[in-house]
């Protein structure tokens, strides 16, 4: 079959290697109809978050048609469509049965945090899913049956970065009426955005240097902050009378780029201030809030600013999405049209056009926020 496979730091390739098979009973192979290119994928091509073994596949995000199942695996069956959780999980441990999938005891080898599709060695690694076909370990709780209302290009967006916008809204704590600033409005800041109403926010202040991704944030009702042309943190403080916001949510990440940093990058270069937003977000948080941290760190981070964290009473909670969790409620949702998803999806190209896809939305070009990867398409 045909396959995105990591080389090494910005050497990723389009090339054939062999089809998955059954491994285990609680496996099933999928047809993928669709898949997609995620910002964690560009921290593992960046090469800020190391660690990755050359060969692997990558991506986690998918949606198919299960082809075979294992022995094990009783509730799907071979022409069933599904959408596929980007962590794994048992689902028979005591962290998956109390709703921490991210954290199952069995689903990683290594047993060292969040086992996904497409990661670094430490994860696993399980092949990913920008391929033709994938296999999916435990399947019976890796995979969600979709009603055939949903499209492919509404469903690829529930296989991670709903799932986590929604996550990192939920853990924010929000109460009907805070305000919530969101740093980063990649796509899934987008879905931090648009969750965290849900959720009963009264304002979202969106913060971004993208001109076009800010554009989408407002189109999603968030007041806009380009901290390109402005000090975010003088602003949000301008804006909410001085107190600063109820909650946060940072969703950029390891890759986080100061105020100073050119415009003009370099192929597959990260930020220039891993800590950047972690350091905005205690300052423009209100004494005793909270902050929310989806965006992805790796193990060797170590900047935080504890100290006025401490002296202002917040609380930080962050992690890897629980998808199995979430993503059967928000096909539910979606289905109900209580979202539609689809306005986040910008591009849709052939899986054999991945690298050049990659490309274009690693330099986060005008039109570029979600791309999806479609291996039938010409
Ligand atoms: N926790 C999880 O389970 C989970 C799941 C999926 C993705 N993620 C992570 O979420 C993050 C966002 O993913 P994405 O696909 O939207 O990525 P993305 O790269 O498309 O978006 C990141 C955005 O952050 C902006 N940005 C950079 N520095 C900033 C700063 N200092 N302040 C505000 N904005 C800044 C960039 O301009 C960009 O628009 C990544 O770190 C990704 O790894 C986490
Ligand atoms: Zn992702
Ligand atoms: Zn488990």
């Avoid at 109809?33 to 978050?49: E, K, N, P």
């Avoid at 086992?115 to 076909?133: D, N, R």
Wanted: hydrophobic share 40%; charged share 20%; glycine share 12%.
């Amino acid at each position: 079959m045909n396959a995105v496979v990591f080389h090494a730091k910005g050497d990723i390739r389009f090339e054939t290697v062999p089809d998955p098979k059954i491994e285990l009973g609680t496996d099933a192979i999928v047809r993928i109809t669709s898949a997609a290119i995620c910002g964690t994928d560009l921290h593992m091509v960046r090469g800020t978050m190391e660690g990755m073994k050359p060969g692997t596949i990558l991506g986690h995000e998918g949606v198919g048609i299960v082809e075979e199942v294992g022995k094990e695996v009783r509730n799907f069956r071979p022409g069933d469509r599904v959408v596929i959780c980007s962590t794994i999980a048992c689902g028979y441990c005591s962290y998956c049965r109390s709703g921490y999938y991210s954290q199952c005891d069995n689903a990683n080898p290594t047993r060292e945090g969040t086992a996904f599709f497409g990661g670094p060695e430490s994860t696993g690694p399980f092949h990913g899913l920008q391929a033709e076909y994938a296999r999916v370990p435990f399947a019976n709780i890796g995979l969600v049956r979709l009603p055939p209302e949903i499209d492919d290009d509404a469903a690829i967006l529930l296989s991670d970065i709903f799932p986590t916008g929604y996550f990192g809204a939920d853990i924010a704590d929000i109460h009907p009426g805070d305000t919530v600033a969101v740093f980063g409005c990649g796509p899934v800041g987008m879905f931090a955005i648009v969750s965290a109403f849900h959720f009963g926010a009264g304002r979202v202040i969106a913060i971004d240097k993208v001109a076009d991704r800010l554009t989408m944030a407002r189109k999603q009702n968030a007041e806009t902050v380009d901290f390109g042309a402005e000090d975010p943190v003088a602003t949000i403080r301008q804006l909410t009378g001085g107190i600063g916001v109820d909650r946060v949510i940072d969703a950029v990440g390891i890759d986080a780029m100061s105020s100073q940093q050119p415009e003009r990058r370099t192929p597959w270069q990260g930020g220039d201030r891993p800590g950047q937003v972690l350091e905005w977000a205690v300052q423009c948080v209100a004494k005793a809030g909270k902050i929310s941290v989806i965006g992805v760190y790796n193990e060797q981070m170590k900047d935080f600013p504890v100290g006025t964290c401490m002296m202002k009473n917040l609380s930080v909670h962050g992690g890897n999405c629980n998808h199995r969790k979430y993503v059967p409620e928000l096909v539910e949702m979606v289905r109900a049209g209580v979202f539609d998803p689809t306005g986040i999806l910008t591009q849709r190209k052939p899986l054999a056009s991945a690298v050049d896809a990659y490309r274009h939305f690693d330099a986060r070009e005008a039109g570029w926020e979600k791309v999806e990867l479609v291996p039938a398409a010409a």
